[in-house]
């Protein structure tokens, strides 16, 4: 009997678990393999060069602006996204009518596609000639055209990047909120009314905000490693056929063209994958850490 | 995100094979001789794609199927050349020199001995390594400068002869509604590349194998063309980029860079009312420029049918000039890679079109095969800080020099 539950359990799982090896596993030793070589347009090398990649990939100007890059874009959007999506949940949460169409409305961007908003920020809302949506609000109130893409100083492009995946992204958090915000006992509201807490600051402050610990550090975690992986609103927005600017240039998007633009050094790009690996791994135990994440907002 | 890469192409792999067998066990339309497939990528004026399919079905050797491919063509054919189901034929911006050195495609020098002084030197060069030919041009295609003659004559401006008129002129063309020049929405960096330092007097690599603009007169060079930027004489985040002449024609900007390619619109929309220019010279050591390019035709060396891919490709684009003179003046706009077929294109003799022609013959420039891809990032990158955020471009050109040096030593070690 056992050893047939055990036939089943791999009829079941083998198909899943050989896929998983296949197409993950090796293919990931394999790039890690490949950081170790000189890998110009192949994927069998056969030169070995030891840390070469490592060291050229870490003294390389452009990558380590990448990271920087990363952090600034973390810095922006995940702080923003999880004020903006809290408050529409504690906005939709309040709501006595038509609370499901709003709930609707607000999660529909999250539908649509990183590509299509893109484009849509790109070349209608903030294109840069006079006729463009936000040139054409400045202009009402006598402002100058502004090229949003192709200005860096000040960094106008930061405001089209954050707001392409604010829009896209904040209904899906305002989802994960308007959950955790209905999993609070309505007694403790209760109770704080007749102890005198005043409705509004307070009651967010010390009943709300502390009974959604949980979701919080679910929310911050998937908003940080979705940052991480940031690449097509950045690609569809500064990309052009000659290549990339070098600024507003995330690790994915610089790495892309290491390894597989026509620059096909895919043993440098192995590399830098490896080391972008690292951190997002370092980063996220140490914020899962922080966070205390695996609590319940019971235990808040 | 490396895992999901790899998915990817493993899948995209997959998929080939799976679309490689049905094509060897399709029935209908079963000619003689191996199956050969051939790659473009996707050419943007009708009719291109009914034709190469045209030319492909008139070859009796082998049976051609033509996939058409958008998107990015370039990714796409490197990463299928890693593979067994890559194309047999394709078309490729290059090849690039790691390719060559790679062995990815094969040496062609044969199948063009016979005419290989028909072809316009300055493109088959950057095509041939150690005197071997890799890929055949198919078509020049150019860029230059466009002006409208009306806007320059109401503000008094003469076409350009330098740079420094040149940065003048944008700025006296620039109205609060047209701006003075285009040059792509990252403000040049990309489509301009290195035509500022050939038009100076440099070159990306001397005759010696070494960086060719390591001078102070090149940082001054590119440094001014920040004024343009400072300037705000450029046009920047036009709904469409340089490649497209839509800014041009709606009136967006006075002047715009653009390639040959887009004059039959601009005719159509402007008629006379235009003309052309090369990147005006600067210094004293300075001339004119353009850079020219061509897609090769290239074969790659995982085809399971060498000799009938390679007789495929020198019967398409060594003999039969009357294919390649369709292909070249028919559909888009370009310049026949083959001198004899230039010299007698009648759309090539009048008007700015002979002026392209003049431009591509006495100025063009063509980038090195030595000129990496790594390269052109690090002077890309550079090029753009100076012109947008006014780096200074004298410590920029110096680490760009050392980074060049650096890959110029590599691809000369080991080869």
């Given at each position: 009997m056992r050893r047939r539950a055990a036939l089943w359990f791999w009829v079941f799982v083998g198909p899943f678990a050989f896929g998983l090896a296949l197409f993950t596993y090796v293919p990931l030793l394999w790039s890690v393999a490949l950081g170790f070589f000189d890998a110009h347009n192949t994927v069998t090398p056969t030169h070995f060069?030891?840390?070469?990649?490592?060291?050229?990939?870490?003294?390389?100007?452009?990558?380590?602006?990448?990271?920087?890059?990363?952090?600034?874009?973390?810095?922006?959007?995940?702080?923003?996204?999880?004020?903006?999506?809290?408050?529409?949940?504690?906005?939709?949460?309040?709501?006595?009518?038509?609370?499901?169409?709003?709930?609707?409305?607000?999660?529909?961007?999250?539908?649509?596609?990183?590509?299509?908003?893109?484009?849509?920020?790109?070349?209608?809302?903030?294109?840069?000639?006079?006729?463009?949506?936000?040139?054409?609000?400045?202009?009402?109130?006598?402002?100058?055209?502004?090229?949003?893409?192709?200005?860096?100083?000040?960094?106008?492009?930061?405001?089209?990047?954050?707001?392409?995946?604010?829009?896209?992204?904040?209904?899906?958090?305002?989802?994960l909120f308007l959950a955790g915000l209905q999993r609070i006992d309505p007694a403790l509201y209760e109770a704080a009314a007749v102890d005198g807490a005043r409705p509004g600051w307070t009651v967010l402050r010390h009943i709300t905000l502390p009974q959604l610990r949980a979701t919080s550090a679910a929310v911050v975690l998937l908003l940080g490693v979705g940052a991480f992986q940031a690449f097509d609103e950045f690609y569809n927005l500064l990309s052009d056929a000659r290549g990339y600017p070098p600024y507003a240039r995330p690790p994915l998007v610089y790495l892309y063209y290491t390894a597989l633009g026509q620059g096909q050094n895919l043993g440098l790009g192995s590399a830098g994958a490896v080391i972008l690996a690292l951190v997002i791994a370092v980063v996220t135990v140490g914020q899962a850490r922080w966070l205390r994440l695996g609590r319940t907002d019971g235990d808040g | 995100m490396t895992i999901s890469r790899r998915d990817l192409l493993a899948a995209g792999a997959g998929a080939g094979v799976l679309t490689a067998c049905g094509s060897n066990t399709g029935r209908g339309g079963g000619g003689p001789g191996p199956q050969l497939t051939q790659w473009y990528h996707q050419y943007g004026e009708p009719g291109t794609e009914r034709a190469v399919r045209r030319y492909a079905a008139g070859f009796g050797r082998a049976r051609v199927s033509v996939q058409w491919r958008p998107g990015n063509y370039d990714q796409q054919t490197a990463a299928a050349l890693l593979t067994d189901s890559g194309p047999d034929v394709f078309e490729v911006n290059g090849?690039?020199?790691?390719?060559?050195?790679?062995?990815?495609?094969?040496?062609?020098?044969?199948?063009?001995?016979?005419?290989?002084?028909?072809?316009?030197?300055?493109?088959?060069?950057?095509?041939?390594?150690?005197?071997?030919?890799?890929?055949?041009?198919?078509?020049?295609?150019?860029?230059?400068?466009?002006?409208?003659?009306?806007?320059?004559?109401?503000?008094?401006?003469?076409?350009?002869?330098?740079?420094?008129?040149l940065v003048d002129a944008a700025h006296r063309l620039t109205t609060g509604k047209v701006k003075g020049l285009f040059l792509g929405n990252d403000g040049g960096a990309g489509v301009l590349?290195?035509?500022?330092?050939?038009?100076?007097?440099?070159?990306?690599?001397?005759?010696?194998?070494?960086?060719?603009?390591?001078?102070?007169?090149?940082?001054?060079?590119?440094?001014?063309?920040?004024?343009?930027?400072?300037?705000?004489?450029?046009?920047?985040?036009?709904?469409?980029?340089?490649?497209?002449?839509?800014?041009?024609?709606?009136?967006?900007?006075?002047?715009?860079?653009?390639?040959?390619?887009?004059?039959?619109?601009?005719?159509?929309?402007?008629?006379?009312?235009?003309?052309?220019?090369?990147?005006?010279?600067?210094?004293?050591?300075?001339?004119?420029?353009?850079?020219?390019?061509?897609?090769?035709?290239?074969?790659?060396?995982?085809?399971?049918?060498?000799?009938?891919?390679?007789?495929?490709?020198?019967?398409?684009?060594?003999?039969?000039?009357?294919?390649q003179e369709d292909f070249a003046l028919s559909y888009g706009f370009h310049i026949p890679a083959r001198i004899s077929l230039a010299e007698?294109?009648?759309?090539?003799?009048?008007?700015?079109?002979?002026?392209?022609?003049?431009?591509?013959?006495?100025?063009?420039?063509?980038?090195?095969?030595?000129?990496?891809?790594?390269?052109?990032?690090?002077?890309?990158?550079?090029?753009?800080?100076?012109?947008?955020?006014?780096?200074?471009?004298?410590?920029?050109?110096?680490?760009?020099?050392?980074?060049?040096?650096?890959?110029?030593?590599?691809?000369?070690?080991?080869?």
């Amino acid at each position: 009997m056992r050893r047939r539950a055990a036939l089943w359990f791999w009829v079941f799982v083998g198909p899943f678990a050989f896929g998983l090896a296949l197409f993950t596993y090796v293919p990931l030793l394999w790039s890690v393999a490949l950081g170790f070589f000189d890998a110009h347009n192949t994927v069998t090398p056969t030169h070995f060069v030891g840390l070469d990649n490592y060291t050229a990939m870490l003294r390389d100007r452009a990558f380590v602006d990448s990271l920087k890059t990363f952090v600034v874009f973390t810095a922006f959007i995940v702080p923003v996204t999880y004020v903006f999506s809290l408050s529409l949940a504690l906005m939709v949460n309040r709501l006595r009518a038509a609370r499901a169409f709003f709930r609707s409305v607000f999660f529909l961007p999250a539908a649509c596609s990183y590509v299509v908003a893109a484009l849509i920020w790109k070349m209608s809302l903030f294109n840069g000639v006079r006729f463009g949506l936000a040139n054409t609000v400045l202009g009402w109130f006598g402002g100058e055209p502004v090229a949003w893409l192709a200005t860096t100083d000040p960094p106008w492009y930061w405001l089209v990047i954050v707001t392409v995946r604010l829009w896209l992204q904040a209904g899906f958090y305002m989802i994960l909120f308007l959950a955790g915000l209905q999993r609070i006992d309505p007694a403790l509201y209760e109770a704080a009314a007749v102890d005198g807490a005043r409705p509004g600051w307070t009651v967010l402050r010390h009943i709300t905000l502390p009974q959604l610990r949980a979701t919080s550090a679910a929310v911050v975690l998937l908003l940080g490693v979705g940052a991480f992986q940031a690449f097509d609103e950045f690609y569809n927005l500064l990309s052009d056929a000659r290549g990339y600017p070098p600024y507003a240039r995330p690790p994915l998007v610089y790495l892309y063209y290491t390894a597989l633009g026509q620059g096909q050094n895919l043993g440098l790009g192995s590399a830098g994958a490896v080391i972008l690996a690292l951190v997002i791994a370092v980063v996220t135990v140490g914020q899962a850490r922080w966070l205390r994440l695996g609590r319940t907002d019971g235990d808040g | 995100m490396t895992i999901s890469r790899r998915d990817l192409l493993a899948a995209g792999a997959g998929a080939g094979v799976l679309t490689a067998c049905g094509s060897n066990t399709g029935r209908g339309g079963g000619g003689p001789g191996p199956q050969l497939t051939q790659w473009y990528h996707q050419y943007g004026e009708p009719g291109t794609e009914r034709a190469v399919r045209r030319y492909a079905a008139g070859f009796g050797r082998a049976r051609v199927s033509v996939q058409w491919r958008p998107g990015n063509y370039d990714q796409q054919t490197a990463a299928a050349l890693l593979t067994d189901s890559g194309p047999d034929v394709f078309e490729v911006n290059g090849p690039t020199l790691d390719q060559i050195r790679g062995g990815q495609v094969l040496d062609l020098t044969d199948l063009v001995r016979e005419v290989k002084d028909d072809f316009n030197p300055a493109v088959l060069a950057p095509k041939t390594h150690e005197g071997r030919v890799y890929g055949i041009p198919q078509v020049i295609d150019m860029q230059m400068l466009y002006y409208r003659k009306s806007l320059l004559e109401d503000a008094g401006v003469e076409p350009p002869a330098t740079l420094d008129a040149l940065v003048d002129a944008a700025h006296r063309l620039t109205t609060g509604k047209v701006k003075g020049l285009f040059l792509g929405n990252d403000g040049g960096a990309g489509v301009l590349g290195g035509t500022p330092l050939y038009a100076a007097g440099f070159r990306f690599v001397g005759d010696d194998g070494e960086v060719g603009f390591d001078d102070p007169a090149a940082a001054r060079t590119l440094g001014k063309l920040h004024r343009l930027y400072a300037d705000k004489s450029l046009l920047l985040g036009a709904p469409s980029d340089w490649s497209d002449p839509s800014a041009f024609v709606q009136g967006l900007t006075a002047m715009q860079w653009t390639g040959l390619w887009a004059l039959p619109r601009i005719r159509e929309e402007l008629g006379d009312d235009f003309g052309v220019l090369p990147f005006p010279r600067d210094g004293s050591h300075g001339r004119p420029s353009v850079p020219i390019g061509a897609y090769g035709a290239a074969v790659s060396a995982r085809s399971r049918h060498e000799e009938p891919a390679k007789e495929y490709v020198k019967w398409l684009w060594v003999e039969r000039t009357d294919h390649q003179e369709d292909f070249a003046l028919s559909y888009g706009f370009h310049i026949p890679a083959r001198i004899s077929l230039a010299e007698k294109a009648t759309a090539l003799k009048h008007g700015p079109a002979a002026d392209a022609v003049r431009f591509t013959t006495d100025h063009g420039y063509a980038q090195p095969l030595l000129w990496t891809p790594a390269s052109q990032t690090a002077y890309q990158d550079a090029l753009s800080r100076i012109i947008r955020d006014g780096a200074g471009p004298e410590p920029e050109l110096r680490a760009v020099v050392r980074k060049v040096s650096a890959e110029l030593d590599r691809v000369k070690k080991t080869s």
